[in-house]
T-cell receptor, first 113, second 114 residues
């Protein structure tokens, strides 16, 4: 059974702080990794994708991947109240699994003004 | 920016009735997916579709479910005889490849079974 685990939170940070979100996955066959943001009652919105070990930065967001530890993280710098949402980690097992994404249960982030 | 569009946004149906959820994937994407999210729960994979065939399906996707690409733009999910437990948000997604490409999600259809 392929699993993706996240702390459900809520994670509360003050405005301007760094928010750190973590995710672990169970299957070493995982090929690509994604962070989605989901506002209440809305659909998942892609924030970051990462495919190889190391860091990937996009604006205020940095994704980190460590395949040996089966660990993915997302850092949000200069957090804003508008960043308050649930952050979903998703793992893709590629062509052999028909592109299936396995999602974690999400971490709820609250950024306090 | 191109996006995945889904209709209707909300569907209310009596138990036992058939329902069809519609999606228009991003135009240059060839890989299509359906996911569902029961209120308060994880997003769950239902099915993936490529080249007019199902590529992968989950245990949830039983004989009551079917998918179709009836024309060059639409991608549909049919539930033949709905149950109360089918009540959920249903998301359509599309991507350029199965692997190493992100999936982009539509706004979803909220399905309520009475």
């Amino acid at each position: 059974q392929k699993e993706v685990e996240q702390n459900s939170g809520p994670l509360s940070v003050p405005e301007g702080a760094i928010a750190s979100l973590n995710c672990t996955y169970s299957d070493r066959g995982s090929q690509s990794f994604f962070w989605y943001r989901q506002y209440s009652g809305k659909s998942p919105e892609l924030i970051m994708s990462i495919y190889s070990n190391g860091d990937k930065e996009d604006g205020r967001f940095t994704a980190q991947l460590n395949k040996a530890s089966q660990y993915v993280s997302l850092l949000i710098r200069d957090s804003q109240p508008s960043d308050s949402a649930t952050y979903l980690c998703a793992v893709n097992y590629g062509n052999n699994q028909g592109g299936k994404l396995i999602f974690g249960q999400g971490t709820e982030l609250s950024v306090k003004p | 920016e191109p996006e995945v569009t889904q209709t209707p946004s909300h569907q209310v149906t009596q138990m036992g009735q058939e329902v069809i959820l519609r999606c228009v994937p991003i135009s240059n994407h060839l890989y299509f997916y359906w996911y569902r999210q029961i209120l308060g729960q994880k997003v769950e994979f239902l099915v993936s579709f490529y080249n007019n065939e199902i590529s992968e399906k989950s245990e949830i996707f039983d004989d009551q479910f079917s998918v179709e690409r009836p024309d060059g733009s639409n991608f549909t999910l049919k539930i033949r005889s709905t149950k109360l437990e089918d009540s959920a948000m249903y998301f359509c997604a599309s991507s350029r490849q199965f692997s190493n490409q992100p999936q982009h999600f539509g706004d979803g259809t909220r399905l309520s079974i009475l």
